[in-house]
């Protein structure tokens, strides 16, 4: 335990350390090195990065330059709030042919995913 005492020129310390160095007198630096993540391989499998959001066709599609074009003319916002409105307008249509055959809840759920599938592959989610 380190020591101190007031003398009359101010507050003296047996502390010799800095700021920086940690009770095992390690520098901040060195013991950041040491904390840093450890990627370990089990069995056989090759390591493998998180999950990455986004679209797997990005840039491709028959429609992709006209949606990129578009996004840079409007402005991201804009242009995904105008997304937005059209995705929701497309579901209702779906849901109300649905309504018109009679086709149950996890029909009509099929059929959004695969209009979100035509929807990459043509470039519309670029």
Not at 88 to 108: N, P, Y
Request: with cysteine.
């Amino acid at each position: 335990m380190a020591t101190s005492s007031l003398t009359a020129t101010g507050f003296t310390s047996s502390f010799h350390g800095t700021w920086g160095t940690s009770i095992a007198g390690e520098d901040y630096s060195t013991m950041v090195a040491k904390t840093a993540p450890i990627r370990v391989r089990v069995g056989n499998n090759p390591l493998r990065s998180g999950p990455m959001m986004g679209n797997v066709n990005e840039g491709k599609g028959l429609f992709a330059p006209l949606v990129v074009i578009t996004r840079n003319i409007v402005g991201k916002k804009r242009f995904n709030q105008l997304r937005g409105k059209a995705i929701a307008l497309h579901s209702q249509v779906i849901t109300e042919f649905c309504k018109s055959i009679g086709a149950d809840a996890k029909q009509r759920q099929g059929l959004i995913r695969l209009a979100k599938k035509n929807g990459e592959k043509l470039g519309f989610l670029a």
